[in-house]
């Protein structure tokens, strides 16, 4: 070890009391008392651990060191020692920064990782859900309109007149507007009978020529094969006017009104209907008729609605399912015609 006492260099470990001679003999004399001091401090210097090892170790915090001081009348001049390092870094704590460097920008969390990210597209709705069946009811009942029958044989006039009450949201039930429509039925009849009795002919015109000639619908008599068609005919009929359809019962021997339905559908799609029931009003009243309204099931509605049957007449009607069904037209109801 070198140990630097000015231009001359004394290699190894000076003996206690021993003075070399130079030429700055006299500036050195007052070293030579400090020369056992000097050279423990010296040797403590040379066994301390750099302290970047330290830092980069990460061990324990080195011993601090002492400055010695040069006998060398013009000492060179030494550099300050630093800030010595913490004792062990902060768990989570940023390193420093070196002196002069720009500290970079902590970089925002991303989408993936933020707490606050926006949340996910819903899901579109499956075919499952998207085409679910609703159960639909329509009802045209209204308190006051519905009217039973004078006599035995005033069905048709009656269940004119119901319907004429719910189309013109009017409460006539007298005797004397009952018996007008009998003979406007009877009047339109296809066919004259020697009894009392009508048909779906007449029962269509009375209600042309009862309503308002401005409506833009006209009743017609029509006749199905099927039940399942004139079944969807009816509510056909009741959704594309918002009007009453006449149905004839009991192989036609009596008159119902047909003014609401209760269906289960997937919305907007026809081919998926399925009728559940319909809301009848028959004239005869309770108990013998569905008295005021009825929500009745299709099967208890068909016991009752089945195929038209005339014993004396072979008319056009017969062996079908027939209605008094509301339509839509270009024309008034007036300018209906009887055959």
Known sequence: MTVPVGPIAVRGRPSAGRVTACPGARLLEPLRRLAPLLLVAVLLGSLAIPTSALAEGGGASPSPVIPVATASPDPEPSASPGPEPSASPV??????????????????????????????????????????????????????????????????????????????????????????????????????????????????????????????????????????????????????????????????????????????QVPGDRSSREILGFYVVGPLGSPRDPWPVRLMSVDAFLTNYNRYYEDRHREPWHGDYVLVRPERTTRSARDWQRP
């Open 91 to 264: 768990a989570g704590s940023p390193a420093p920064s070196p002196p002069g460097a720009t500290a970079s920008p902590t970089p925002s969390p991303t989408a993936a990782t933020s707490p606050t990210a926006s949340p996910a597209p819903t899901p579109a709705p499956t075919s499952a859900t998207a085409g679910a069946a609703v159960v639909i009811t329509r009802s045209l009942y209204r308190s006051g309109a519905v009217v039973t029958q004078y006599t035995s044989y005033w069905c048709v006039p009656a269940s004119v007149q119901t319907m004429a009450n719910l189309i013109l949201r009017t409460s006539d039930r007298s005797y004397a507007t009952q018996k007008l429509l009998a003979s406007a039925t009877y009047r339109f009849n296809r066919y004259r009978y020697h009894g009392p009795g009508n048909d779906i002919r007449g029962w269509s015109g009375a209600l042309n020529w009862r309503l308002p000639d401005s409506l833009p619908v006209a009743y017609r008599d029509r006749s199905y094969p099927t039940r399942t068609a004139a079944l969807d005919a009816i509510v056909d009929a009741i959704d594309e006017t918002g009007y009453p359809v006449g149905v004839t019962v009991w192989h036609g021997g009596h008159a119902w009104s047909v003014i609401g339905y209760r269906i289960r």
